[in-house]
């Protein structure tokens, strides 16, 4: 007796450990949706961007701000963060299944949830606020109206943007994967593949050039639509573009699963089902980056590079570099499948040759300093000093640097840094020597990085003997320059004297030539206002409270830049 319940208990087991581990890890009927609106994606989990994954829903809003927000499931509000970039005005919310979910973008806080962070805000004396919330502060209830959509932060248009994360691990995962009403049956779309000769000695086409083969039909039925069989030799490696799409056209998700197949070994599976936060931005490695800059196309490499610390890998061989040095045909075969576990594949074929016709390709000498990922490096040149540390490089770099004569209103040459086709992972250190500066205007100098018409981008920079440094995580060209130029304030509905009673606003645009907008204070009356600000639009605004009164009220606006320089806006108002 003792034997059979044994082996019912066993069987048991195998049954429950057979299961789907999505079933288990991600409960299909707790959340609900955070809109009363049939869900459409603007963007989708996993989506790969320069320098980040998208890391939740982007839902539409249908062009419009104001859409009421909704608690997907109970909980407490555990952090609230106003901030004019970034998801702008957010809410987190933990939940007791061990779940946390974020709306971001939103335009206003409802009831109890934006009274307290007003009182922050207020207590601090600051719009920005990044704040945790005591569990039992602001308890929450599945379905409680807890915002109204906006565009908050950098966001590129009205929407609301969804996350659900791993409360203890905070590991972002893709929101449908808990059973939101969403219905997508159509396959992922395949545009092209593309084919990398990897190292010197190796060729696509008797070149060392990539080549990128376009491809038609969905679902079984993809292929390239080009006729000619491509010939490789030496090691490959191969790359996919690819978007999915919904039932409602206007939906678009992330690819969740590729799978790479040469002949019948599997050469590379990648699965972006969750990711950590700070995984974000090695969305470089995986893209072809160089393609990114050039034309804005987003492929993904079936390539796992050296420094690539992602957690999203599966099964591979060789990190997806194939060797091909016979004289044969190779069958290629990806499968692309999305969350729903729609799925589209391609096969097609390589020819493989010994060598080209004119021999193998000599190597090339390298032109400058060696750098090697995973260790830190140091470049010592004449007028800079770059250092690097030890994770901020994919894979190893020739790296080329130069210098070209000052251009107008630079104060030292600029310096050529690499070049924008290959990414920096982490922040890295640039001093450059600024000696002909004169003394007065050394407190207004920046590094600045110079793009191919002229124009400058400030970078937040500090003195160290003769030389400003400043942190840089993008090759490119720099020099210094300096800010005496102060931010510039435009009232919109204000002038002096003016007599407000019939509006509920005070708005200004603010903005700043170089070194950007560091600080600002309102105040009414001698006393600090809260005045929103969205840095994308430079719209500063004064939402009518108790802090304005009937009769005569003196407004004033301080505004400063990065390096200081300052701005006064006075105003006596009437109410």
């Keep these: 007796m003792k034997n059979m319940i044994l082996v019912a208990f066993m069987f048991l087991s195998l049954i429950l450990n057979g299961q789907s581990g999505k079933e288990s890890r991600y409960p299909k009927n707790y959340f609900r949706s955070p809109v009363d609106f049939p869900i459409l994606l ?28 909704y608690a997907v499931a109970d909980g407490y509000v555990c952090r609230i963060n106003i901030s004019s970039t970034g998801f702008g005005n957010a809410i987190y919310i933990t939940h007791p299944n061990g779940f ?50 906006g565009n908050t932060g950098l966001s590129e248009g009205p929407h609301l943007h969804f996350e659900i994360r791993n409360a203890a691990t905070q590991e972002i995962i893709n929101p449908l994967l808990f059973g939101l009403p969403f219905k997508d049956s159509i396959p992922p779309k395949i545009y092209n593949v593309r084919i990398y000769p990897f190292d010197e000695n190796s060729m696509v086409n008797f070149s060392g050039n990539s080549l990128t083969l376009a ?65 974000s931005r090695y ?29 999203i890998y599966g099964r591979n061989k060789n990190k997806g570099v194939v060797n091909f040095m016979d004289d044969k045909p190779h069958k290629i075969h990806y499968i692309v499948k999305d969350v729903f576990g729609n799925a589209s594949s391609l096969t097609f074929w390589v020819k493989s040759h010994l060598l ?32 690097l540390p030890a994770d901020a490089l994919y894979e190893d770099l020739d790296f080329v640097s130069s210098s070209s004569p000052a251009v107008h209103g630079s104060y030292c040459p600029v310096f050529h840094l690499q070049n924008d086709y290959v990414p920096i992972h982490s922040a890295c250190t ?29 970078k937040s920079s500090k003195w160290e003997n003769d030389f400003i440094k400043t942190q ?31 509006q509920t606003t005070l708005s200004f645009r603010i903005s700043d030539n170089l070194s950007g907008i560091q600080y600002y204070r309102g105040t009414l009356n001698g006393k600090w206002i809260l005045m929103n600000f969205d840095a994308k639009s430079g719209l500063l605004v004064y939402y009518f409270d108790d802090r304005i009164h009937s009769g005569k009220n003196n407004f004033r606006l301080v505004v400063k830049d990065g390096v200081g320089n300052e701005s006064v806006y006075q105003a006596n108002l009437t109410r």
């Excluded at 009274?115 to 990044?130: A, G, H, L, P, V």
């Excluded at 010939?231 to 490696?237: E, R």
């Design 356 to 387: 080209a016709p004119q021999g193998v390709r000599e190597n090339k000498t390298p032109k400058g300093t060696l750098l090697t990922c995973g260790k830190s490096n140091h470049v010592s040149s004449e007028g800079f000093i770059f250092d």
């Design 100 to 149: 946390m979910s974020l709306y971001g973008h939103l335009k206003k806080l409802n009831g109890p949830i934006g009274n307290w962070i007003r009182e922050q805000q207020y207590k601090k004396e600051s719009f920005e606020i990044d704040t945790p919330v005591d569990p039992g502060v602001l308890k929450v209830k599945k379905g409680e109206l807890i915002a109204y959509s």
């Design 215 to 279: 491809v038609t039909g969905s679902g079984d039925e993809c292929r390239v639509i080009s006729k000619d069989t491509t010939k490789v030799s030496g090691n490959i490696i191969f790359g996919i573009q690819a978007l999915d799409f919904s039932n409602d056209t206007g939906s678009r998700d992330g690819i969740f699963s590729i799978e790479l197949f040469v002949d019948t070994v599997c050469f590379f599976t990648q699965k972006i089902e969750r990711f950590a936060f700070a995984e």
């Design 42 to 69: 603007a963007g989708g989990f996993g989506d790969v961007r320069q320098n980040h994954f998208h890391s939740g829903l982007d839902i539409r809003t249908g062009g419009e701000e104001g859409k009421p927000v």
């Design 430 to 458: 640039l001093s450059i020597k600024a000696d002909r500066i004169p003394k007065r205007l050394i407190s207004k100098a920046l590094i600045v990085k110079v793009n191919e018409a002229g124009y400058f981008s400030g």
């Design 283 to 311: 969305a470089n490695s995986v893209l072809d980056y160089p393609q990114v800059v050039r034309t804005g196309q987003r492929i993904m490499r079936s390539y796992i590079a050296p420094n690539n610390k992602l957690s």
């Design 472 to 502: 840089i995580r993008e090759f490119g060209n720099y020099s210094v320059a300096v800010d005496t130029t102060p931010p510039v304030i435009r009232p919109i509905n204000v002038r002096q004297n003016k007599n407000i009673s019939k």
